[in-house]
Structures are given as C-alpha cells and as structure tokens.
C-alpha cells in the first residue's frame, strides 16, 4: 500500500502555495509523471459529410461523404490524453490480426508521448466505431466488436506485460469498456503491481458489480454506472453522495468521483477517512461533441494525482480538462495549453465569488471561526494597486488563516481624497483585489471608516501599515474590546499611490 507520506495530495499540503499557482504547478509537473493505461483499446473512425435532402426511397437523411478520420479510442484515447497533456503514456491493451488493429497500432505508434504495448489475437476482431457526422452532429454510430473473455494464453501475456509496464509509474488507469481485458486476472495483476510499487490505481468502471476494483485508489463512474452499482440515483447533490458513500464502502477505495454531466462532478475526498464530499459545477462553455470526455477525464485526475495533487484539486483539474474536450468534434484529446489557459480562464471567473457584501462576509467568517480559523482583516482605498500593497497583503494573510479586504466605495474616496479620485472605480478595484493569492474575501463599504465592517465581522486581527500610530487606527478599541489584536506591518518603501498618480500626471504634461 502506498505510505501515508507519498499519499496524494501531501507535496501541496506542506508547500501550503496558492490555488492558482498550485494548479499550474500541478500541471508543469505532469512531464515527469509515466502512467500505464490498461483495458479495452479501440479505433474511433468518425466520417464527416453533409446532409442537403432526405432520400425518396425511404424517411432517412442521404449522407453525402467528405472526409475521414481515424483517432484511438477507449483506453487509447486515456492514454492518448495523457500524452497530449504532456505526460508518459504505456498503452496496454488487446488488439485483433486485422486492418483495424494494425490501424490502431499505427496510430498509437504515431502519438508522441505514447507508447504501445499491444498484444495481438488473431482470433478476436479489433473493435472499431464509426460515427457519422453532419453540420456538427452525430446521425448515427456504427460499431464492429467482438466483447468476449480472453484466451489463457493472452492474457498471461497481459500479466508480463502489466510487470514490465509498472516498473517506475506513478499510477495505473483500469479503463474498462466491457470489451473482455479487464477480466479479474488482468485486474488482480495490475492492483497487485501498483501495490508493490506504491502506485496510484484509478479506474473507469463498468458494470453493475464493482467489488472486483477493491483496493484501487479512486473510482470514477459516471451518474448511471454509479446509479446502478450502488442502487441510488444521482439526479441531485444529496443523493450523489449517498451513491458515493456506498460505492467506497464496497471498493474500499480511497476517494470516489461520479461525473454526472450537466450536472458537474460529485468528489467524495478521504473515504476511509473524513468523508468530505465536494460537489463541482460543471466548466463546459459549449457542447459540440461528449465523445471521449470520460476518457479525457480519467486521463486528467490520474495526471493530477501522479502530480501529487489533493483529489479535490485533482478533480477540479479533471473537470476543467472535460469542458475543453466537449467543446470539440469528435474523440478529442486535451493539450497541455488548452488546459493552462481553462486554470487562468477559471480562476478569473472565480474571483468574483470573493466579492461579496458585508451580510455575507459576516456568514463565511463565522463559518471559518467554527473550524479554528483565525480570520484578519485589513483595510483601505487601494487605488492602483502597487507592490507596497502586495506586502501588506502578505504580511497581514501570515498573521492569520483567512483575510478579509475591505475597500472603500467611490464616493467614500471622493469624500476623502478629493473630487479626482478615485482613479479606478469600485468594480475595478475589487476585481483587482479579489485576483490576489492571499486575499479571501472582499468588502467595499461606502463609509469614511471601517467601523461598521469590524463590529459586524470581529477580526482576530485588525491589520494597517505602520505608516499608522496604534492610536490613529479605526476600531482599534472595539478589537481590543473583545479579546482581538491590532498589528501594524511594515511598510516597503518607495511605493505610493499619490506619488504614481502625481508622476503619471507629469509625464502627461511632459508629452503634451
């Protein structure tokens, strides 16, 4: 079994970085991660033409022919994924001693990142799937398989081959499609190796029984197959759990991850431990095409755990990798970019979540205080944000677990500073503010002072530059009132908002 200091997730937790950074820190590690994919390898033939008029010899649409294309599907396109998005792929699967096989084998040979460990049966036919698509929609699917147990002799084959594959992986992906390779040996062998080696084991399951996964880390079925092996529905947030709950008491899994579409994800964090659940909306911007996404989804959360990311961050990751990959047509793969510029794209949506009104501010602080959080709060105009500013940020946050950031409205600005103030309005500067890694919360209050924002929140700590004598603090005797401290922070020199705004000024007369 994996050693509680190589547990998922450690690395970050002691490093204690910011969310945004942490995700791309995960993500710039996925280059060194090597992750083995095994289970039912398929090739994904989708044919693209038009449809102008419906045929006069029966009421079906006539498909005129374009174009083809042929990409790895099933397991190939888990591990296809995992090398788009930069990491190390090992595909192990089975493949027929036909034109699809040596299709499929080609492309896996073609992907860079991506290396094939295919074991070939003469008497088994490669399984292919052909999907027809017009003006961007699917109008039918073709598929040629043969699902049916393995020979004695391939699958000890598969046994070797899941031996040498193990050798330095960080993790092992069981994707099964119910194609007859993830039969109890093969999955028996892989659990046994990652044990040995200390591995991730994360599987994509099917079927109604999912006792045969027992001892894996995570699980990641989809709302039905999680609907079926627990015998609760996902239709809502509350139910997702219980459906959770039960499948980590039958697996013994660590954590378990039911992607429930429309509906975004159900994490169940710690199974065998605190049981936290977190429920992810789902990222998606616009559906071309869902082929794949769960492929996309085991690929991203294996990365992301290998990576040595918490479940709940690597399931944010997974989630985010899903939306870019339904926005594409056909079984597409995720590249490493793609998924840098959806962290940047999510973390800025994310901000406006920490702007909230005082009510509010209230809530989430007393909720931080419940779970012995001590919450800091500091305030100011913060007109044109400069590094003196990021310094006090940083100093008041390591003063406590949770800081609070109120702002002064503009008309409050304008009834201290003058007419010409302030440079940014309020919107501006609160969206500004809520992008900085040690801010939690942002308040704006339209008075001259913070009064009402301290009695209303009682800060642990009560922050202001040492530009500031104890004396001249706002709400200093209400803090010290209840038991709380005021703490002036040094300030870095040579940064002021006057001075930039007074210099921006001359330069603009100097260029006139």
């Known amino acids: 079994m994996r050693s509680k200091s190589n547990r998922p997730g450690r690395h970050y937790q002691q490093k204690g970085i910011s969310a945004l950074s942490l995700e791309h820190e995960i993500v710039s590690a996925f280059p060194s ?15 693209f033409g038009d449809v102008q008029r419906v045929s006069p010899e029966a009421p079906i649409p006539i498909f005129r022919f374009g174009h083809d294309d042929h990409v790895l599907g099933g397991a190939g396109n888990v591990a296809r994924n995992v090398a788009r998005m930069g990491g190390q792929a090992t595909l192990i699967g089975v493949i027929g001693k036909d034109v699809t096989g040596r299709a499929l084998a080609a492309a896996a040979t073609r992907e860079a990142g991506l290396t094939p460990s295919l ?5 088994r036919r490669t399984t292919l799937k052909t999907r027809f698509v017009a003006q961007g929609q699917q109008l039918l699917r073709v598929d040629e398989e043969a699902a ?4 004695p002799d391939i699958s000890q084959d598969l046994r070797q081959r899941i031996e040498i594959a193990a050798d330095g992986a960080n993790a092992i ?5 119910a194609k007859g390779v993830l039969t109890e040996d093969s999955i028996a062998s892989a659990l046994s190796a990652a044990r040995r080696r200390g591995a991730i084991v994360v599987v994509d399951p099917k079927g109604r029984d999912f006792r045969r996964y027992a ?10 197959e999680a609907a079926q092996a627990s015998g609760i529905d996902c239709d809502s947030d509350e139910s997702a759990s219980r459906a959770s709950r039960a499948i980590a008491d039958i697996t013994g899994c660590s954590a378990v991850v039911i992607t429930r579409g429309a509906r975004g994800m159900t994490v169940l964090c710690e199974a065998q431990g605190s049981g936290r659940m977190v429920h992810l ?16 989804v085991v690929a991203a959360l294996a990365l992301a755990l290998a990576s040595g990311a918490p479940i709940d961050k690597a399931a944010q990751i997974a989630n985010l990798a899903a939306g870019i990959a339904v926005g594409k047509v056909g079984t597409a793969a995720v590249e490493a970019a793609e998924l840098r510029r959806a962290i940047n794209a999510s973390a800025v949506l994310a901000h406006d979540e920490k702007i909230v009104g005082l009510e509010t501010a209230v809530s989430i602080a007393r909720s931080w205080r419940l779970h012995d959080k001590r919450v800091v709060l500091t305030n100011g105009c913060f007109d044109l944000l400069h590094p003196g500013h990021i310094g006090l ?3 008041a946050k390591a003063l406590g677990d949770k800081l609070i950031v109120a702002i002064n409205s503009d008309e409050s600005i304008k009834r201290l500073k003058g007419p010409s103030r ?3 309005n309020e919107a501006a500067r609160a969206v500004v503010m809520a992008s900085i890694a040690p801010v939690d919360l942002v308040v704006i209050f339209a008075e001259d002072t913070p009064i009402e924002v301290i009695e209303a929140i009682r800060p642990d700590v009560l922050v202001k530059g040492a530009d500031y004598e104890l004396d001249q603090v706002a709400g200093r005797d209400i803090v010290e009132a209840y038991g709380g401290r005021v703490a002036l922070v040094p300030l870095e020199k040579g940064h002021s908002t006057t001075d930039a705004i007074r210099k921006a000024a001359a330069a603009s007369v100097e260029t006139r």
């Not at 991660?33 to 994904?44: A, E, F, K, T």
């Not at 074991?119 to 008497?123: G, K, L, P, Q, V």
């Open 33 to 47: 991660q090597r992750i083995v994919v095994l289970g039912d390898v398929m090739l994904d033939r989708f044919v």
């Open 119 to 123: 074991a070939t049966d003469a008497r």
């Open 148 to 151: 049916e147990p393995l020979a």
């Open 173 to 177: 992906v069981l994707s099964d499609y």
């Open 215 to 224: 001892g894996a880390t995570v699980i990641t079925p989809n709302a039905s």
């Open 281 to 296: 909306p789902t990222e998606v911007r616009q559906v071309y095409d869902v082929s794949g996404a769960g492929d996309t």
């Open 393 to 395: 940020l940083q100093k």
């Open 422 to 424: 302030p440079v940014q």
